[in-house]
């Protein structure tokens, strides 16, 4: 006899009797998708240019990607929002990034609507509709959604993925991690990866093998309910991760360069038709050096951080294959809707010379070809938190100009992949209609036969501002349905409009011909010589690539263009126009709990993120760690922050006293205790006390004396000529007890742990910090 089921709400359908016998029982219903209902899965690459991948015309090998798109769609006219949050707050909410309070980054946010960070309730997530759909709904990898003040232990957590409608998530909470040492969440709690490098461990296939259980463990119950899977990896973008034999199956096939490179993948994407036979190639840009006037060792130096990129690709599809072939084994590919894309273009953070140690920039300090042909080898390793010159960026954005963080197509044109075998006949064909990320959520929605909710958990919902591009599915000659698309980051603008784009770039065309670096603020006068004489037209019918400015030959469109950008602004909330970069830093923010003068610390706690922890730098500051020591005395650490790019620890080893300071990995400023430490129950303690003035422009922090005591009496002294000025670390938090990942010390083996009782950590940072705020806003910017 069939079960009465009702809607929750509606009237009890049953019979209420004195006795079981005489009533009728019936139950609330459960949300159940239509019968047949297919899965989604969103495959999200980061900081992947348009000329990255094999299908799209590089000489990178791509099979398991290049496979997609002969099994589907291939979009050529994908367009994003030029940075990371900002574009993932769109594909997951079907919103422009302003109506999703992420004009920026969420931890490069302003207290104005549009850019606060705080992404509304009122726009829904994918995720949040499927679920209340019947769905399962799976977040694996990157997040990079909650503002980085808010991801620690005290939360709040209703931003995380567990409070977006996921019911599953284990990835990274930040704009990027180590691949080899992650910052690792389950759920809502911080865990340790499963295995070390040592052991083989790697992030891309580890995040891999949690999808393929996600949806295993729900499957294996009830096979006919479908999935929602987005899965973030945090590939392509820095650090370039990967096995040495994984980027040494490209040696040499980078040594003609990037302007060799460019060439060579944009007459394959004319042979394979990504892109309109008569297109031209924009000029080579000033800011990238001529591949022939670089010295020998620099060719060499950059030809490596390429392959090592490469490899890393090569890698990332490899086993986006087998999350594929998985699929196909339990019978779930034909029926799995899979939208392929990457979060902005080829990123441009590794500066002219490239890096195997970012945290330097963050810090003013230089990397010279000279370290990085010491390192050439550890590339791609453990050792490293590389990123590649912006030559190959340029190089990697073919056929377009520039690169993320700008609204020119090098920064907001991407490749976008659809398969989705049951229902698209045609495969292998290239769509050229007009899209953007804001149309991922409509386009899934309308294939699904899923309406938009008017509310969700009693939220009334705003208009999804993207449009559905299903007809695009079976007609290459289906009328354009996205008409109109402003874009704005951090200054940089741009407006499309049906087949015509103006672009009003800032802080110019490039460094070079503006004079001007990243983050120069725009006055009101500035602005006003901007819309007056800054703005560039571009006619994409003819000029795919936006090689010929025609401006001044169509004034009136341009004007008219501009207004179209201002009524644009004014709807979706993107006023005030803030280039600021330095500045935003400074920004005073809503936390949880204002920053303290003393924190108590325990251990077995959750690491605590560079936006929470107690600030260190260029003040004085001290530890106080109580201990019991037991006989014969107990190794490791006390108190930790940083990685091996960068950090201190204060940590007892051969049950002697220590503390290291590590700055940048170019200098080990170490001071240790001569005696032996006594058992029992002590107070350990580190006092740091500036004997100088900073000079962070130059990358050097304040100098100063460290001394080390044992229940308040000192037992070593030693003196630190500088430190890090602006950053420890690009990953790891402060950890109690350990130094897990990435280990500050070479000396020891992560994670170190204090072997004697430690019952709590007291970290005093009263003093006054000095502050270099435009430094720190590039450390943010590059933790996209």
Same mark, same amino acid.
């Given at each position: 006899?069939?079960?009465?089921?009702?809607?929750?709400?509606?009237?009890?359908?049953?019979?209420?009797?004195?006795?079981?016998?005489?009533?009728?029982?019936?139950?609330?219903?459960?949300?159940?998708?239509?019968?047949?209902?297919?899965?989604?899965?969103?495959?999200?690459?980061?900081?992947?240019?348009?000329?990255?991948?094999?299908?799209?015309?590089?000489?990178?090998?791509?099979?398991?990607?290049?496979?997609?798109?002969?099994?589907?769609?291939?979009?050529?006219?994908?367009?994003?929002?030029?940075?990371?949050?900002?574009?993932?707050?769109?594909?997951?909410?079907?919103?422009?990034?302003?109506?999703?309070?992420?004009?920026?980054?969420?931890?490069?946010?302003?207290?104005?609507?549009?850019?606060?960070?705080?992404?509304?309730?009122?726009?829904?997530?994918?995720?949040?509709?499927?679920?209340?759909?019947?769905?399962?709904?799976?977040?694996?990898?990157?997040?990079?959604?909650?503002?980085?003040?808010?991801?620690?232990?005290?939360?709040?957590?209703?931003?995380?993925?567990?409070?977006?409608?996921?019911?599953?998530?284990?990835?990274?909470?930040?704009?990027?991690?180590?691949?080899?040492?992650?910052?690792?969440?389950?759920?809502?709690?911080?865990?340790?990866?499963?295995?070390?490098?040592?052991?083989?461990?790697?992030?891309?296939?580890?995040?891999?093998?949690?999808?393929?259980?996600?949806?295993?463990?729900?499957?294996?119950?009830?096979?006919?309910?479908?999935?929602?899977?987005?899965?973030?990896?945090?590939?392509?973008?820095?650090?370039?991760?990967?096995?040495k034999e994984w980027a040494d199956r490209y040696r040499g096939a980078f040594d003609q360069g990037w302007q060799a490179y460019r060439?060579?993948?944009?007459?394959?994407?004319?042979?394979?038709?990504?892109?309109?036979?008569?297109?031209?190639?924009?000029?080579?840009?000033?800011?990238?050096?001529?591949?022939?006037?670089?010295?020998?060792?620099?060719?060499?130096?950059?030809?490596?951080?390429?392959?090592?990129?490469?490899?890393?690709?090569?890698?990332?599809?490899?086993?986006?294959?087998?999350?594929?072939?998985?699929?196909?084994?339990?019978?779930?590919?034909?029926?799995?809707?899979?939208?392929?894309?990457?979060?902005?273009?080829?990123?441009?953070?590794?500066?002219?010379?490239?890096?195997?140690?970012?945290?330097?920039?963050?810090?003013?300090?230089?990397?010279?070809?000279?370290?990085?042909?010491?390192?050439?080898?550890?590339?791609?390793?453990?050792?490293?938190?590389?990123?590649?010159?912006?030559?190959?960026?340029?190089?990697?954005?073919?056929?377009?100009?520039?690169?993320?963080?700008?609204?020119?197509?090098?920064?907001?044109?991407?490749?976008?992949?659809?398969?989705?075998?049951?229902? =698209? *006949? %045609?495969?292998?064909?290239? #769509?050229?209609?007009?899209?953007?990320? $804001? @149309?991922? !959520?409509?386009?899934?929605?309308?294939?699904?036969? =899923? *309406? %938009?909710?008017?509310?969700? #958990?009693?939220?009334?919902?705003?208009? $999804? @501002?993207? !449009?559905?591009?299903?007809?695009?599915?079976?007609?290459?000659? %289906?009328?354009?349905?996205?008409?109109?698309?402003?874009?704005?980051?951090?200054?940089?603008?741009?407006?499309?409009?049906?087949?015509?784009?103006?672009?009003?770039?800032?802080?110019?065309?490039?460094?070079?011909?503006?004079?001007?670096?990243?983050?120069?603020?725009?006055?009101?006068?500035?602005?006003?010589?901007?819309?007056?004489?800054?703005?560039?037209?571009?006619?994409?019918?003819?000029?795919?690539?936006?090689?010929?400015?025609?401006?001044?030959?169509?004034?009136?469109?341009?004007?008219?263009?501009?207004?179209?950008?201002?009524?644009?602004?004014?709807?979706?909330?993107?006023?005030?126009?803030?280039?600021?970069?330095?500045?935003?830093?400074?920004?005073?923010?809503?936390?949880?709990?204002?920053?303290?003068?003393?924190?108590?610390?325990?251990?077995?706690?959750?690491?605590?993120?560079?936006?929470?922890?107690?600030?260190?730098?260029?003040?004085?500051?001290?530890?106080?760690?109580?201990?019991?020591?037991?006989?014969?005395?107990?190794?490791?650490?006390?108190?930790?922050?940083?990685?091996?790019?960068?950090?201190?620890?204060?940590?007892?080893?051969?049950?002697?006293?220590?503390?290291?300071?590590?700055?940048?990995?170019?200098?080990?400023?170490?001071?240790?205790?001569?005696?032996?430490?006594?058992?029992?129950?002590?107070?350990?303690?580190?006092?740091?006390?500036?004997?100088?003035?900073?000079?962070?422009?130059?990358?050097?922090?304040?100098?100063?004396?460290?001394?080390?005591?044992?229940?308040?009496?000192?037992?070593?002294?030693?003196?630190?000529?500088?430190?890090?000025?602006?950053?420890?670390?690009?990953?790891?938090?402060?950890?109690?007890?350990?130094?897990?990942?990435?280990?500050?010390?070479?000396?020891?083996?992560?994670?170190?742990?204090?072997?004697?009782?430690?019952?709590?950590?007291?970290?005093?940072?009263?003093?006054?910090?000095?502050?270099?705020?435009?430094?720190?806003?590039?450390?943010?910017?590059?933790?996209?």
């Amino acid at each position: 006899m069939p079960l009465t089921e009702y809607r929750p709400g509606s009237p009890f359908p049953g019979i209420i009797g004195r006795t079981p016998d005489v009533s009728a029982p019936a139950w609330p219903q459960m949300a159940r998708p239509r019968e047949g209902a297919p899965n989604v899965l969103f495959i999200v690459l980061d900081d992947t240019g348009y000329g990255h991948l094999g299908c799209y015309g590089s000489p990178i090998r791509t099979p398991n990607i290049d496979a997609l798109a002969a099994d589907g769609l291939l979009y050529n006219n994908m367009h994003t929002t030029a940075l990371c949050s900002p574009s993932r707050s769109s594909m997951l909410t079907g919103r422009n990034h302003h109506s999703n309070h992420m004009g920026c980054l969420s931890n490069g946010s302003t207290g104005f609507p549009g850019t606060d960070g705080y992404m509304p309730f009122e726009n829904g997530m994918l995720s949040e509709i499927l679920k209340q759909a019947g769905y399962n709904t799976y977040c694996v990898g990157k997040w990079h959604l909650s503002p980085e003040e808010t991801n620690t232990a005290a939360g709040p957590y209703d931003r995380w993925p567990l409070g977006r409608g996921f019911e599953r998530f284990y990835g990274f909470l930040g704009g990027d991690t180590h691949q080899y040492y992650p910052e690792l969440v389950h759920d809502n709690h911080q865990v340790e990866a499963p295995a070390t490098p040592e052991q083989g461990y790697h992030l891309t296939p580890d995040l891999v093998e949690k999808a393929k259980a996600f949806i295993a463990d729900a499957k294996q119950i009830a096979p006919q309910k479908p999935f929602f899977c987005y899965f973030a990896l945090g590939a392509m973008h820095s650090p370039h991760h990967v096995p040495k034999e994984w980027a040494d199956r490209y040696r040499g096939a980078f040594d003609q360069g990037w302007q060799a490179y460019r060439e060579q993948v944009f007459a394959r994407q004319k042979t394979l038709g990504i892109v309109p036979p008569d297109t031209q190639l924009p000029a080579d840009d000033p800011d990238v050096q001529q591949w022939s006037a670089l010295s020998a060792d620099e060719r060499r130096l950059y030809a490596r951080m390429m392959e090592v990129f490469a490899g890393f690709l090569e890698h990332t599809d490899h086993y986006i294959g087998e999350l594929i072939a998985f699929l196909k084994k339990i019978g779930e590919y034909d029926n799995t809707l899979i939208m392929l894309v990457s979060d902005n273009g080829s990123s441009a953070e590794g500066g002219p010379t490239g890096s195997v140690n970012e945290c330097r920039f963050f810090n003013n300090v230089a990397d010279t070809v000279e370290d990085g042909l010491k390192h050439i080898e550890e590339i791609g390793g453990p050792t490293t938190f590389n990123h590649f010159p912006w030559g190959w960026t340029h190089a990697g954005n073919t056929p377009f100009r520039r690169w993320k963080r700008e609204t020119y197509r090098g920064g907001s044109s991407d490749p976008f992949i659809v398969t989705w075998p049951k229902r =698209i *006949e %045609a495969k292998g064909e290239i #769509r050229k209609h007009y899209c953007h990320l $804001i @149309d991922m !959520v409509p386009t899934a929605l309308d294939a699904l036969g =899923i *309406e %938009a909710p008017a509310s969700l #958990r009693g939220v009334t919902q705003s208009q $999804i @501002d993207g !449009v559905s591009l299903l007809s695009t599915f079976t007609d290459a000659a %289906a009328p354009q349905v996205h008409l109109t698309q402003y874009f704005e980051m951090m200054g940089h603008r741009s407006i499309y409009h049906d087949g015509w784009r103006a672009v009003c770039p800032w802080p110019g065309t490039s460094f070079t011909e503006s004079g001007r670096s990243f983050g120069v603020e725009i006055t009101h006068d500035m602005l006003d010589e901007l819309d007056a004489h800054g703005w560039e037209l571009y006619h994409l019918d003819e000029d795919f690539a936006e090689a010929r400015n025609v401006a001044k030959d169509n004034p009136a469109r341009v004007v008219s263009m501009i207004a179209t950008w201002y009524v644009e602004a004014g709807k979706y909330h993107v006023l005030p126009i803030d280039s600021r970069g330095t500045q935003r830093i400074a920004l005073e923010r809503p936390r949880v709990a204002e920053n303290l003068n003393r924190y108590t610390l325990y251990p077995n706690t959750q690491g605590i993120v560079a936006a929470a922890a107690p600030k260190t730098l260029n003040r004085p500051h001290s530890f106080v760690a109580e201990v019991d020591i037991p006989d014969g005395g107990g190794d490791g650490v006390l108190l930790s922050f940083g990685g091996n790019d960068g950090g201190f620890t204060f940590y007892v080893q051969d049950n002697r006293l220590c503390y290291l300071h590590n700055y940048l990995a170019l200098d080990y400023f170490y001071v240790k205790a001569n005696d032996t430490l006594p058992s029992g129950r002590h107070l350990l303690g580190m006092q740091f006390e500036p004997t100088g003035k900073p000079d962070i422009k130059h990358g050097k922090g304040v100098p100063g004396r460290v001394t080390l005591l044992l229940d308040g009496e000192p037992i070593a002294k030693g003196e630190l000529p500088y430190t890090v000025p602006i950053r420890l670390g690009q990953g790891g938090a402060m950890l109690v007890g350990q130094d897990s990942g990435a280990p500050v010390n070479p000396e020891y083996e992560p994670p170190f742990r204090y072997a004697g009782q430690l019952e709590r950590v007291i970290v005093d940072v009263s003093g006054e910090a000095t502050v270099d705020q435009q430094a720190e806003m590039k450390a943010y910017l590059r933790k996209q």
